[in-house]
């Protein structure tokens, strides 16, 4: 699949800001005035500008308001009012918190469902399809739920709970990788099934259907990206997890080594996100004799 | 809605013979044509004239290679649109309901006034049906030519899609495929239609009818035993007539 920046950069970005909400929504840390103010500004930064990054991804935005109707059957709608609730409701609260000096405890706990709800959702619009069998496994929103959850928790300061959250998102960063690299195999669609003609023999493409490119080659039949895969999976794994782990084993709080922690974190997501998209095969490739 | 409706009894699609397909790309034509000047936002091209053309395309003909265990290989040319499925993915997928199946003759349209453009329904769909026009922002896909096949202002034998309608080798019919005694019900029945990449569950309407058995390619034709030489010895007059030219 094409790695859209827009959609990576809104992805992770969104991800971080209500995985913090979730944890200012409880209480963690109990911040009240401009300290909260500042907690807040940060989150609400990172995901209202990660949520408007998104819309540079749709071809027609000014139908944008259309989107919240279809939250019975569409994932995206349902991420679309999850997001508005989650902002809506954790605004009231931190307006409490900031103007008021009061944690409303009911107010943030629901805040803090639906911050956490807003990613899942998001998870679920990839975790989903049947097409990409490499997104559709339930490790993908545990993926995504997991580093919002312990991102947050990194930037709200809880150091140790983000400590021991990263060497689960390493864990379950490693599963999703290991078990999602025969999943297209595995789940047995192939260019015979894909064409009906596996009764007569063994198919290969002899001519394309076009001589130049088009909307579905650029958008899901990506495949600059699996090169350097490894490589980059090593990579995403050190900044992810390992640096920022490090860091706070040694002892990292509101100094260098706490930047340090959330910049190689916040790299390392990119990094992992980038690759989400670029590694996952979409079943039209076998139509173009671009699978296997 | 993209809440798929309830199972409609009619079923328009398309049943389209890879037999008898030549490959012309007459349909991937008439189809760019007609809907280009019709229901919804044109089908552009991009630097159409230039060194790297691309645009969008309802319908595009594929051409595989077939190589059976014996025999020759076969070439097979591929026409591949959107297949109108019953679980029609790409629907439900929809945020803005702009994607949605009709109750009454299980076509899978877009409304381009709701379209916002985002993409997921081509992700959703795993035959390549449905391609964003780069100009326009929305999502275009084959509309089985909606604006055809109930427009009486047309004369009776053009309401059918532009594809059907333009085939010079009859590959493509259209038709009820929920009514079992409809043509096109038939021929899958009695040429065993099938499903494209059913492991998917999407039910797709359209159906495909494989090539029929060829020859294995170890007999030249089943006539040959028929040109051996049938007399050695010639007789009569052409025997007479034979031997005389010899002498000659």
Known sequence: MHPAPS???????????????????????????????????????????????????????????KAFSQWQTSWLSREGCCAIAALTVMGIYAAGAIFLETHWMFL??????????????????????????????????????????????????????AMYGFV????????????????????????????????????????????GTNYLLKEMVYVIGRKHAIKLRVIAMLLMVFIPVLMIGMGAKHDIKAVIAVLSHLVGVFASRWLFFAEAEHVVGLYYGKRG | MTALPPISGVKLGLVIDLDTCVGCHACVISCKGWNTENYGAPLSDQDAYGENPSGTFLNRVHSYEVQPEQGAAQTIHFPKSCLHCEDAPCVTVCPTGASYKRAEDGIVLVNEDACIGCGLC?????YGA???????????????????????????????????????????HFGDLGD????????????????????????????????????????????APLLAPIATETSGFLGWLDRTLEKI
């Open chain 1, 7 to 65: 959609v990576i950069l809104f992805s992770v970005l969104s991800g971080l800001g209500f995985g913090m909400l979730a944890w200012l929504g409880i209480g963690k840390p109990p911040v009240t005035g401009m300290s909260a103010f500042i907690f807040f500004f940060v989150a609400y930064a990172l995901s209202v500008g990660g949520l408007l990054s998104a819309t540079f991804h749709l071809g027609n935005p000014k139908n944008s308001l």
């Open chain 1, 108 to 161: 943030g706990a629901i805040g803090s469902i639906l911050s956490i709800g807003t990613v899942f959702t998001t998870s679920m619009i990839y975790a989903q399809l049947k097409t990409v069998p490499r997104w559709n496994h339930w490790t993908t929103p545990l993926l995504f739920v997991a580093l919002s959850t312990f991102g947050g928790a990194l930037m709200t300061g809880q150091v140790i709970v």
């Open chain 1, 168 to 211: 689960a998102v390493g864990l379950i960063q490693l599963v999703a990788w290991l078990t999602s690299d025969n999943r297209f195999t595995e789940r047995g669609s192939t260019l015979e099934t894909a064409t009906g003609l596996g009764s007569i023999g063994k198919v290969r493409m002899f001519e394309p259907p076009h001589t």
């Open chain 2, 122 to 126: 081509a992700w959703a769909c795993p």
């Open chain 2, 130 to 172: 449905r391609e964003l026009d780069k100009a326009a922002g929305v999502m275009k896909k084959c509309t089985l030519c909606v604006d055809r096949i109930y427009n009486e202002n047309l004369p009776e034998e053009d309401r059918e899609p532009a594809c059907v309608r333009t085939c010079p080798s009859g590959a493509r």
């Open chain 2, 180 to 223: 079992a005694n409809s043509d096109v019900s038939k021929l899958v029945q009695e040429r065993g239609g099938i499903d494209l990449m059913p492991e998917l569950g999407t039910k797709p309407v359209n159906k495909y009818l494989p090539p029929r058995p060829k020859d294995t390619g170890n007999e030249i034709d089943i006539l």
